[in-house]
């Protein structure tokens, strides 16, 4: 199946700094890629829609502010948590694919202290 | 938006019986019913799909059914194993968005 990878796969950052997580699609175009955001014991919560050369589309509750998604390329979608507090500390995790098949990075789990 | 409900949260089993996970959904455009196990710290791994123009699929051990008509569908593990141990999530997906049920943690007991 088609490979979704994602830099880095742990990160600690201090409060107050911003970090940027990349997510590529290694043998296929991505013209969509969604990212999620998931909580110790919860389930995937959809945080956006990135759509390669478009502005990303935000759920509801999520600040399209803070979280700052870019879809340059056909297979690089990157997410940058700016101003991170520890709240944000979660597990984020990137999908592409068809319509009835999604492939999923690894994940990124950041710790903000 | 897509609402999935999943239950139950929780489900204890004796190695050897049957699990079952149930879940529905809200928006009866949905057309793609995937169900994922996870790993703690791992991404989801897809372990068995159901297409909207089908009611059930079987794959060895593991069994999925689809009833449109209420928007129900469900996981059936068979003859389970400790490593079937593990959180399983459904999910319900329109034009390739997914949404997600809560998940349920599932133990087996050697």
């Known amino acids: 199946g088609a490979v979704v990878s994602q830099h880095p796969s742990w990160v600690i950052c201090k409060s107050g700094t911003s970090v940027k997580i990349e997510c590529r699609s290694l043998?296929?175009?991505?013209?969509?890629m969604f990212w999620y955001r998931q909580f110790p014991k919860q389930s995937l919560m959809l945080m956006a829609t990135s759509n390669e050369g478009s502005k990303a589309t935000y759920e509801q509750g999520v600040e399209k502010d803070k979280f700052l998604i870019n879809h340059a390329s056909l297979t690089l979608s990157t997410l940058t948590v700016t101003s991170a507090h520890p709240e944000d500390s979660s597990f984020y995790i990137c999908?592409?694919?068809?319509?009835?098949?999604?492939?999923f990075g690894p994940g990124t789990r950041l710790t903000v202290t | 938006g897509e609402n999935v409900e999943q239950h139950p949260s929780t489900l204890s089993v004796q190695e050897g019986d049957s699990a079952v996970i149930k879940c529905t959904y809200s928006d009866s455009a949905s057309n793609y019913f995937p169900w994922y196990k996870q790993e703690l710290g791992k991404r989801p791994q897809l372990i068995i799909d159901?297409?909207?123009?089908?009611g059930e699929k079987k794959d060895q051990r593991i069994a999925v059914t689809l009833n449109k008509t209420a928007k129900h569908f469900s996981l059936h593990i068979t003859e389970t194993q400790p490593e079937d141990s593990a959180v399983y999530f459904c999910a319900a997906s329109k034009s390739n968005m997914l949404t997600f049920g809560g998940g349920t943690r599932l133990m087996v007991k050697p």
């Open positions: 999908s592409s694919g068809d319509t009835y098949e999604q492939y």
């Open positions: 043998d296929f175009q991505a013209t969509t």
């Open positions: 159901i297409r909207s123009n089908v």
